[in-house]
């Protein structure tokens, strides 16, 4: 595997589930994101982290809870979801917390919440 | 804070034809700037970048110019495909501060044969 991967590709799961996305990162990179991709909206930063250290929280609801065990891996986990949360979420990585570094982006999970 | 503008899509070419997105941005210090593309399916991935004034960024054809006095980095192709349909973003990245990338809204692009 090269780049970056995200597991699953496709989630669709009732509000009252529990799943996690996976993100992982064959780049070396210290520095990793995670954003929500909503149609007719900006892409929103989630949650920044930078050698396993989480260094930003965009005003993310709790519901969603991200977790870094080491630089290559990223999860989110995500439980009690609402109906609009139902988005592509994608994860990236940096070499690390930067000007200058560019992201490499994964495909993305796309989740709908029934 | 910071912030990027872009034009506003779908911007909808012939084959072979000149394409312009421009882009604007507004920042408090000397931002690094950036124009990711993404296709139907997948996610974005940097097209080009240019991280100080006058730099030119290019790849595949496509070219951008870092112009700090009218603060801008239009994205320019000469010819394009159909195969360059897809959705593009301008980024930018402050060299100081919480280094946080700040994006456009995106400019869906569709090129006809």
């Known amino acids: 595997e090269t780049g970056v991967t995200q597991t699953p590709r496709h989630l669709v799961m009732g509000m009252t589930n529990k799943k996690s996305l996976k993100c992982e990162q064959h780049?070396?990179?210290?520095?990793m994101y995670w954003y929500k991709q909503s149609a007719k909206k900006p892409l929103e930063l989630m949650f920044v982290?930078?050698?396993?250290?989480?260094?930003e929280n965009n005003s993310v609801p709790s519901r969603f809870s991200p977790e870094c065990p080491n630089s290559s891996h990223l999860f989110l986990h995500l439980h009690t979801l609402q109906p609009e949360d139902s988005a592509l979420y994608l994860c990236?990585?940096?070499?690390?917390?930067?000007?200058?570094?560019?992201?490499?982006f994964g495909p993305g999970t796309r989740l709908t919440v029934t | 804070g910071d912030s990027v503008t872009q034009m506003e899509g779908p911007v909808t070419l012939s084959e072979e034809a000149f394409l312009t997105i421009n882009c604007t941005y507004t920042?408090?210090?000397?931002?690094?700037l950036f124009w990711y593309v993404q296709y139907p399916g997948e996610g974005l991935q940097l097209l080009l970048k240019?991280?100080?004034?006058?730099d030119k960024g290019s790849n595949k054809g496509f070219e951008a110019t870092y112009r700090k006095e009218t603060t801008s980095f239009h994205l320019e192709k000469g010819s394009v495909q159909v195969s360059d349909s897809a959705v593009y973003f301008c980024?930018?990245?402050?060299?100081?501060?919480?280094?946080?990338?700040?994006f456009g809204r995106g400019t869906s692009l569709i090129v006809h044969p």
């Open positions: 990236a990585s940096s070499p690390r917390r930067g000007a200058g570094n560019e992201q490499y």
């Open positions: 780049l070396g990179h210290n520095a």
């Open positions: 982290y930078n050698f396993k250290e989480q260094t």
């Open positions: 920042a408090t210090g000397y931002p690094s």
């Open positions: 240019a991280t100080k004034a006058d």
């Open positions: 980024a930018l990245s402050e060299s100081g501060g919480s280094y946080i990338p700040t």
